[in-house]
């Protein structure tokens, strides 16, 4: 316990202490619980932004369910911890799934600040941490060797939406409008930078505060510049209030939106009627052949539909498993594993990583159409 205070200390600044104890400490530490028996069940961590946060919970306990299901002399079990409270939650809650629960690898479906605390973490731990929520380029940025996420990060998803608005339907007047937390903001800042680097008119940017009393002043820029196109960075709760306002006073405007628009974290279905005609981010699981099934059996053991956020954490989980069943428990070999992972049946898609931990490939689009989501190339 001591020694998990000491990290946690360092990790977040609170205390200045001799890095090379620390090292050598995690050292002793790791070879202590980095092998694990064939009788002792794996286990891997799950971080969660609060505890009303199901659906990513919920598609990884399904992962595990299937995966222990399926038989072989290994056993997997799912350790989850919240990182809600007070500012370093994040760091403390890894620590204690290192060395408490002593897991394998660590899963964080969170937003990018506390992702950037478990990294942390993970990085003077030597363990992997597998980002399945987080879009945040800057993750990827620090350069750990042992970071990885599954999730298309801003820059994928900016690129999909700007190819689709400036190349594909030849729009020119285009305005972004972001929430004001730090994701949504980011994520904001890199459609604009992927836009300047393709030399298009720049969108102009906007800014929704949560108290709402902004979106007047919004609306009547957007109709005094003839907005032809809206791109949105938020989560379900600001759609909501967004996109009916936008479609009552801007009518022949089209919207589009990154994949936190589609799902937050609760135990909820998509509300797809409240984003109908718009163009978004897809997360692939709605059109693969395993991502039907695992809509249904994910509908019929929690009861309601899986989003992004659940589909990213069942295939984040099996990306776990099927290295931990190709080379055991030894925290180092699964590093290296990871660095070749080559996922083929995941529900998002073929999964593989990139030299900084990204995933590899291009982001998909969709759109919504009489309720129901389809294949943007469809259209």
Same mark, same amino acid.
């Given at each position: 316990?001591f ?60 992962a ?8 072989g ?17 994040? #760091? ?37 941490f597998?980002s ?5 380029? $800057? ?50 800042? $890199? ?15 906007? *800014?929704?505060?949560?108290?709402g009393?902004? #979106? ?5 820029? *957007?109709?005094k ?14 759609? #909501? ?13 089209m919207i ?25 981010? #897809? ?9 039907i ?31 931990v ?15 070749? $992972? ?5 529900? $998002? ?8 931990g ?22």
């Amino acid at each position: 316990m001591f020694l998990s205070s000491f990290l946690i200390a360092f990790v977040t600044g609170s205390v200045i202490i001799e890095a090379q104890y620390l090292n050598h400490t995690v050292s002793q530490h790791y070879t202590a619980v980095g092998e694990k028996k064939q009788d002792e069940s794996i286990k891997i961590g799950l971080l969660i932004p609060d505890q009303e946060a199901l659906a990513a919970k919920h598609g990884a306990a399904l992962a595990i369910r299937k995966a222990n299901k399926a038989g072989g002399n290994l056993h997997f079990q799912l350790v989850v911890r919240s990182t809600e409270g007070l500012w370093g939650a994040g #760091s403390k809650e890894s620590v204690s799934l290192v060395f408490e629960d002593e897991v394998v690898a660590i899963m964080g479906s969170l937003d990018g600040r506390n992702a950037h605390l478990a990294e942390q973490v993970a990085t003077k731990t030597r363990i992997v941490f597998l980002s399945t929520w987080a879009t945040d380029m $800057t993750l990827s940025q620090a350069f750990v060797p042992w970071y990885f996420r599954c999730i298309p990060n801003d820059h994928q998803q900016a690129i999909a939406l700007a190819q689709e608005i400036y190349h594909k339907r030849k729009i020119e007047n285009v305005a972004t409008i972001a929430a004001e937390n730090y994701d949504s903001r980011h994520a904001a800042s $890199t459609f604009v930078k992927v836009a300047n680097a393709m030399h298009v008119a720049a969108p102009r940017q906007y *800014l929704y505060g949560s108290s709402g009393q902004d #979106s007047r002043e919004i609306l009547t820029a *957007l109709e005094k510049h003839d907005t032809e196109a809206t791109v949105l960075f938020g989560d379900p709760e600001f759609a #909501s209030k967004i996109i009916p306002v936008l479609k009552q006073r801007i009518m022949n405007q089209m919207i589009f939106g990154t994949l936190a628009i589609t799902d937050g974290q609760k135990a909820t279905s998509p509300d797809w009627n409240s984003l109908e005609g718009l163009v978004l981010v #897809s997360s692939g699981h709605w059109f693969t052949e395993e991502g039907i099934e695992f809509q249904e059996e994910f509908h019929e053991t929690y009861g309601y539909q899986p989003g992004a956020a659940a589909a990213y954490a069942y295939d984040g989980i099996n990306v776990i498993i099927q290295v931990v069943r190709s080379v055991g428990a030894d925290r180092d070999r699964i590093i290296e594993a990871f660095v070749e $992972t080559n996922h083929k049946s995941g529900i $998002t898609g073929e999964i593989q990583f990139d030299e900084n931990g990204n995933r590899s490939g291009c982001a998909g689009l969709m759109k919504i159409r009489n309720g129901i989501p389809y294949i943007i190339a469809e259209d």
